[in-house]
Protein backbone atom coordinates (compact mmCIF):
# COMPACT_ATOMS: atom_id res chain seq x y z
CA UNK A 1 0.00 0.00 0.00
CA UNK A 2 1.58 3.15 -1.07
CA UNK A 3 1.65 6.15 1.73
CA UNK A 4 -0.82 8.21 0.00
CA UNK A 5 -3.49 5.32 0.07
CA UNK A 6 -2.82 4.76 4.07
CA UNK A 7 -2.93 8.37 4.42
CA UNK A 8 -6.26 8.50 2.83
CA UNK A 9 -7.10 5.14 4.92
CA UNK A 10 -6.30 6.81 8.10
CA UNK A 11 -8.37 10.01 7.04
CA UNK A 12 -11.51 7.57 6.35
CA UNK A 13 -11.10 5.77 9.69
CA UNK A 14 -10.60 8.92 11.75
CA UNK A 15 -13.74 10.73 10.06
CA UNK A 16 -16.13 7.63 11.48
CA UNK A 17 -14.87 7.88 14.41
CA UNK A 18 -15.17 11.31 15.13
CA UNK A 19 -17.61 11.77 18.22
CA UNK A 20 -16.99 9.11 19.60
CA UNK A 21 -13.92 9.62 22.10
CA UNK A 22 -15.19 13.19 22.65
CA UNK A 23 -15.98 12.62 26.77
CA UNK A 24 -13.80 11.19 29.12
CA UNK A 25 -16.67 9.57 31.85
CA UNK A 26 -14.26 8.35 34.37
CA UNK A 27 -10.78 6.19 34.83
CA UNK A 28 -11.18 2.85 35.91
CA UNK A 29 -8.29 2.01 39.06
CA UNK A 30 -8.22 -1.77 40.30
CA UNK A 31 -7.82 -1.42 44.08
CA UNK A 32 -7.39 -4.71 46.66
CA UNK A 33 -9.23 -3.13 49.27
CA UNK A 34 -12.10 -0.92 48.69
CA UNK A 35 -12.41 0.81 52.14
CA UNK A 36 -8.67 1.01 51.89
CA UNK A 37 -8.68 3.06 48.68
CA UNK A 38 -11.41 5.27 50.40
CA UNK A 39 -9.02 6.43 52.93
CA UNK A 40 -7.14 7.50 50.24
CA UNK A 41 -9.82 9.34 47.17
CA UNK A 42 -12.12 9.78 50.08
CA UNK A 43 -10.48 10.77 53.06
CA UNK A 44 -7.02 12.30 51.81
CA UNK A 45 -7.99 13.49 48.18
CA UNK A 46 -11.30 14.63 49.54
CA UNK A 47 -13.49 13.84 46.30
CA UNK A 48 -17.08 13.01 47.42
CA UNK A 49 -18.55 9.49 46.59
CA UNK A 50 -21.22 9.50 43.54
CA UNK A 51 -22.23 5.68 44.00
CA UNK A 52 -21.70 2.57 45.17
CA UNK A 53 -22.84 -0.79 44.26
CA UNK A 54 -21.99 -4.61 43.71
CA UNK A 55 -21.96 -5.20 39.83
CA UNK A 56 -22.34 -9.25 39.80
CA UNK A 57 -22.41 -9.20 36.22
CA UNK A 58 -19.01 -7.67 36.09
CA UNK A 59 -17.40 -9.14 39.32
CA UNK A 60 -16.92 -5.98 40.97
CA UNK A 61 -17.90 -4.20 44.09
CA UNK A 62 -17.32 -0.38 42.54
CA UNK A 63 -16.91 3.41 43.71
CA UNK A 64 -17.75 6.61 42.13
CA UNK A 65 -15.67 9.52 43.10
CA UNK A 66 -17.08 12.68 41.67
CA UNK A 67 -13.82 14.38 39.84
CA UNK A 68 -15.39 17.66 37.92
CA UNK A 69 -17.66 16.27 36.19
CA UNK A 70 -16.13 13.72 35.70
CA UNK A 71 -15.40 10.39 37.68
CA UNK A 72 -12.73 7.85 39.22
CA UNK A 73 -13.91 4.50 39.59
CA UNK A 74 -12.38 2.03 41.93
CA UNK A 75 -12.98 -1.94 41.42
CA UNK A 76 -12.61 -4.45 43.71
CA UNK A 77 -13.00 -7.79 42.94
CA UNK A 78 -15.73 -9.75 43.80
CA UNK A 79 -13.26 -13.06 43.26
CA UNK A 80 -9.81 -14.49 42.26
CA UNK A 81 -11.81 -15.85 38.99
CA UNK A 82 -13.25 -11.91 37.92
CA UNK A 83 -11.51 -10.25 34.94
CA UNK A 84 -10.52 -7.84 37.71
CA UNK A 85 -9.52 -10.35 40.19
CA UNK A 86 -7.23 -12.17 37.00
CA UNK A 87 -6.04 -8.05 36.55
CA UNK A 88 -4.55 -8.28 39.73
CA UNK A 89 -3.19 -10.88 40.19
CA UNK A 90 -1.15 -10.38 36.62
CA UNK A 91 -0.45 -6.65 36.87
CA UNK A 92 -1.02 -5.57 40.56
CA UNK A 93 -3.51 -2.57 41.60
CA UNK A 94 -3.29 0.12 39.60
CA UNK A 95 -4.56 2.05 35.95
CA UNK A 96 -7.58 -0.79 34.85
CA UNK A 97 -9.50 1.49 32.23
CA UNK A 98 -10.17 4.52 30.65
CA UNK A 99 -14.29 4.98 30.07
CA UNK A 100 -15.22 7.05 26.81
CA UNK A 101 -19.14 8.40 27.78
CA UNK A 102 -21.20 8.42 24.49
CA UNK A 103 -25.48 9.12 23.67
CA UNK A 104 -25.39 6.04 21.86
CA UNK A 105 -23.44 2.93 22.80
CA UNK A 106 -25.42 0.34 19.95
CA UNK A 107 -24.20 3.01 17.14
CA UNK A 108 -20.94 3.44 18.78
CA UNK A 109 -19.88 -0.14 18.80
CA UNK A 110 -21.41 -0.63 15.15
CA UNK A 111 -18.89 2.39 14.54
CA UNK A 112 -16.15 0.49 16.40
CA UNK A 113 -17.14 -2.27 14.33
CA UNK A 114 -17.07 -0.85 11.13
CA UNK A 115 -13.88 0.49 11.62
CA UNK A 116 -11.96 -2.76 12.60
CA UNK A 117 -11.41 -2.58 16.06
CA UNK A 118 -11.40 -5.79 18.46
CA UNK A 119 -14.49 -5.70 20.54
CA UNK A 120 -14.50 -7.77 24.20
CA UNK A 121 -18.34 -6.93 23.61
CA UNK A 122 -20.60 -7.14 20.64
CA UNK A 123 -23.72 -6.14 23.03
CA UNK A 124 -23.58 -3.28 25.48
CA UNK A 125 -24.04 -5.59 29.33
CA UNK A 126 -24.92 -4.03 32.34
CA UNK A 127 -22.32 -1.23 34.13
CA UNK A 128 -22.34 0.59 36.79
CA UNK A 129 -25.76 2.92 37.98
CA UNK A 130 -27.46 0.75 35.33
CA UNK A 131 -25.43 2.64 32.78
CA UNK A 132 -25.02 0.33 29.42
CA UNK A 133 -21.22 -0.52 28.94
CA UNK A 134 -19.12 -2.17 26.55
CA UNK A 135 -15.33 -2.80 26.42
CA UNK A 136 -12.85 -2.47 23.12
CA UNK A 137 -10.24 -5.32 23.45
CA UNK A 138 -6.86 -3.38 24.96
CA UNK A 139 -4.70 -5.44 22.43
CA UNK A 140 -6.94 -3.71 19.44
CA UNK A 141 -6.12 -0.25 20.82
CA UNK A 142 -2.04 0.34 22.16
CA UNK A 143 -2.36 -1.75 25.47
CA UNK A 144 -5.52 0.20 27.03
CA UNK A 145 -8.42 -1.22 27.89
CA UNK A 146 -11.39 1.23 26.60
CA UNK A 147 -14.65 1.30 28.19
CA UNK A 148 -17.92 2.81 26.20
CA UNK A 149 -20.38 3.67 28.31
CA UNK A 150 -23.38 4.78 28.06
CA UNK A 151 -24.99 6.70 31.33
CA UNK A 152 -28.35 5.82 32.30
CA UNK A 153 -29.55 9.19 32.27
CA UNK A 154 -27.71 12.46 30.92
CA UNK A 155 -25.83 13.85 33.49
CO1 LIG B 1 -15.64 1.64 34.14
Given at each position: ????????????????????????????????????????????????????????????????LDVGEN?????????????????????????????????????????????????????????????????????????????????????
Amino acid sequence: MSAERRKQGAGVAAARLRGVFDRIDHVGVAVEDLDASLDLYRDLFELDVAHREIVEQQGVEAVLLDVGENHVELLAPLGADTPVGKFIANRGPGLHHVAYQVDDIDSTLATLDQAGLRLIDRQPRTGIGSSRVAFVHPKAVGGVLIEIVQPAEAH
